[in-house]
């Protein structure tokens, strides 16, 4: 299984919602990670996990809390966002210390209104 | 700070022609230098990547090429097809997430 699987694939939530992203791969990978994408822009790194600990938080907001309950989940709950929070949000997984192989879900693509 | 400059921002290619995407890095550190694909409302997929021990590495119709000593490498897709029409980053790390460049938009016309 090569494969990043993120669910689901489109969400809308309003302010005041809490929702939860989630992210899994079978691949072996120790380290995953959370990007955020608006539309023609490049990723942009929130959080790094390595070994199921958070080891990179980019200055994210603290309506965007991380966990990684196992080596192979990874969940983005969502409270109290706001609309320019819109965006695409990318999972990817890798060996820690070994970026060959680097690889990125499908994405969820998040509206906020 | 921008580690991963990347141009040209759009390019628009004649099927069966060259694309040439071209980027430059700061920090020597770096050693490993894939190459994303992403297609619209997907997430990027890997291409192809080099380390600095290889000037070039060629996969199919896509090649990197590598000037360590100009802190360069640039995407090559030969005979460029519609289907290659999408946004490509060119990204760089070591032991570190990747540092993306911002993105090339490539349309490849009939």
């Known amino acids: 299984d090569t494969e990043v699987t993120q669910t689901p694939k489109h969400l809308v939530m309003g302010m005041t919602n809490k929702k939860s992203l989630k992210c899994e791969q079978h691949m072996g990978h120790r380290a995953m990670y959370w990007y955020k994408q608006k539309a023609k822009k490049p990723p942009e790194l929130m959080f790094v996990?390595?070994?199921?600990?958070?080891?990179i938080n980019e200055s994210v907001p603290s309506r965007f809390s991380p966990e990684c309950p196992n080596s192979s989940l990874l969940n983005l709950h969502l409270h109290a966002l706001q609309p320019e929070d819109s965006a695409l949000y990318l999972c990817a997984s890798s060996h820690p210390g070994n970026n060959y192989g680097y690889t990125f879900g499908s994405g969820t693509r998040l509206t906020v209104v | 700070q921008q580690q991963v400059k990347q141009s040209p921002q759009s390019l628009i290619v004649q099927k069966g022609g060259i694309s040439i995407i071209n980027c430059a890095y700061e920090n020597t550190a770096f050693d490993y230098f894939p190459w994303y694909q992403q297609f619209p409302g997907k997430g990027p997929a890997l291409l192809i990547a080099?380390?600095?021990?290889?000037s070039e590495k060629k996969e199919g119709r896509f090649t990197i090429s590598f000037n360590k000593s100009a802190k360069q490498f640039s995407l090559h897709i030969m005979d460029s097809q519609p289907g290659d029409s999408a946004t490509y980053f060119c990204?760089?790390?070591?032991?570190?997430?990747?540092?993306f460049g911002k993105g090339t938009r490539l349309s490849v016309i009939a």
């Open positions: 990204a760089a790390s070591k032991n570190t997430p990747l540092v």
């Open positions: 080099i380390r600095p021990d290889v």
């Open positions: 996990y390595s070994y199921e600990k958070l080891s």
